[in-house]
């Protein structure tokens, strides 16, 4: 409980959480977004941050490496070799 706790904080909700628990933060993240909440959330999993976000801000050490439409992040070459491992 604490850890789902910890995860509503929204900085890095789904470190430590099992599957299903990070699904139930997703799900109250976005009812909370739902009601009309702007949400600000720290996720180093960029896969599923990415997936409940309408805008994304990728950094690193302090810079801004991409600022843009959520649906767009994942399909920029640069972000998926860095961040991804993928090419």
């Given amino acids: 409980m604490v850890e789902l706790g910890r995860g509503l ?3 890095e ?22 009601l ?12 599923t941050g990415v997936k409940h976000s309408d ?3 990728v950094l690193e ?4 490496h991409f600022d843009g439409d ?3 992040v ?3 070459p640069e972000i998926r070799e860095a961040y991804l491992k993928v090419e």
Wanted: glycine share 6%; hydrophobic share 45%.
């Fill in 70 to 72: 959520a649906e767009t």
């Fill in 13 to 34: 909700p789904t470190a430590g959480l099992a599957p299903k628990a990070i699904d139930m933060i997703f799900d109250k993240i976005e009812s909370i977004n739902e």
């Fill in 55 to 57: 805008h994304v801000f």
């Fill in 74 to 76: 994942l399909d920029r």
């Fill in 9 to 11: 904080m929204l900085d």
């Fill in 36 to 47: 009309g909440v702007t949400v600000l959330m720290i996720e180093q999993n960029i896969k």
């Fill in 61 to 64: 050490n302090g810079t801004t």
